[in-house]
């Protein structure tokens, strides 16, 4: 049943949420150095300063003690507040998060459109020069390190070309560079996917019908076969939402943006770990929510999937 489905999905969906809120705070835990020192340092802060600043913060509390409260919090919904700025890590998440899913956004609609195009030309002309230079393509975004293509972007495109500016925010020219690396990065995975499906999907009988009916190749490509080859496309467009996320963080560096990028690497320089942690659970929530809904597409678009769950 496809309420079944959908409930197994839920539970699969919060033991992850509670994994990466775990993950992060272990990792945190284990990390060198002194948070409240480190917040000090600036102040030059006296040992007693910085002891009464531990206590302050409940870092001198058994660490089942913090864990315990850190859970209570996310059940709450609340993040807690900033160690550095006073302030609700969830506003502040908030206020950054408008740019990041911005970029995100720009990159998966490169990415998608890349590399469907990619992997529907390399299997349509698939042992051709065509696709030899798509499947090329595709290997060099899996391969190409997104800050080593940011910078040859803002090379060639803003210092060389004076096409597009290489850093900062303001119209939509912007956002091309960012998004074009960003989706370039994205697009290999998809075209090899998606070259491989539809591949399968034109030996399959139900595509050998209606070629012998005499359907026009375009219409048995479009409307038969990438049908039933997108499903799993969607599924990986939506697995990819977190690298996106994690490579915006790395972008938005490179070309200078403001975005939760900005606000995890100021976290974690000055050991606010309670916007470190907010970050990681927040990505985390938000590629849980749109992995279940490309689950929930696959369903909808591949009838084979129904028919299993009804």
């Known amino acids: 049943m496809i309420v079944n489905y959908v409930g197994r999905r839920l539970v699969q969906a919060a033991f992850v949420l509670w994994l990466a809120a775990t993950l992060a705070f272990v990792a945190l835990q284990l990390t060198p150095g002194d948070p409240a020192q480190a917040l000090l340092a600036a102040s030059g802060a006296t ?9 302050q913060l409940g870092l001198d509390d058994p660490l089942s ?8 919090d996310l059940l709450r919904g609340d993040l807690g507040q900033s160690w550095l700025h006073g302030r609700s890590v969830g506003r502040m998440i908030l206020e950054q998060l408008p740019p990041t899913l911005e970029l995100a956004l720009a990159s998966m609609a490169v990415g998608a459109a890349v590399g469907l195009g990619l992997g529907i030309l390399a299997a349509v ?18 391969s190409t390190p997104t800050y080593w293509s940011g910078l040859l972007a ?10 597009l500016p290489a850093t900062g925010e303001g ?11 960003l989706g370039f990065a994205l697009s290999g995975s998809i075209a090899r996917l998606v070259r491989a499906r539809v591949v399968e999907v034109m030996g399959e009988q139900f595509v050998l019908a209606a070629r012998a009916r005499g359907l026009p190749s375009w219409r048995v490509l479009f409307v038969h076969v990438l049908r039933a080859a997108l499903a799993p496309a969607v599924t990986v467009i939506a697995l ?10 790395v972008t938005e560096s490179v070309f200078a943006r403001r975005g939760l990028g900005k606000l995890a690497v100021e976290a974690i320089l000055w050991r606010d770990l309670p916007v470190v942690r907010g970050v990681v659970v927040s990505g985390a929530l938000a590629h849980v929510l749109v992995n279940l809904a490309a689950d929930l597409a696959q369903v909808w678009l591949d009838p084979r999937l129904r028919e299993e769950l009804t």
């Open 47 to 55: 040992p007693e300063e910085v002891a009464e600043r531990r206590a």
């Open 65 to 72: 003690t913090q864990y315990a409260r850190y859970l209570l």
């Open 125 to 142: 002309r698939r042992t051709t020069w065509l696709d030899t230079v798509a499947t090329t393509v595709a290997v060099l975004g899996l």
């Open 154 to 163: 803002i090379l060639l495109f803003s210092l060389q070309l004076h096409w």
């Open 171 to 181: 119209d939509l020219r912007h956002l091309v560079l960012p998004a074009l690396v």
């Open 240 to 249: 990819q939402f977190g690298f996106l996320l994690g490579g915006a963080v």
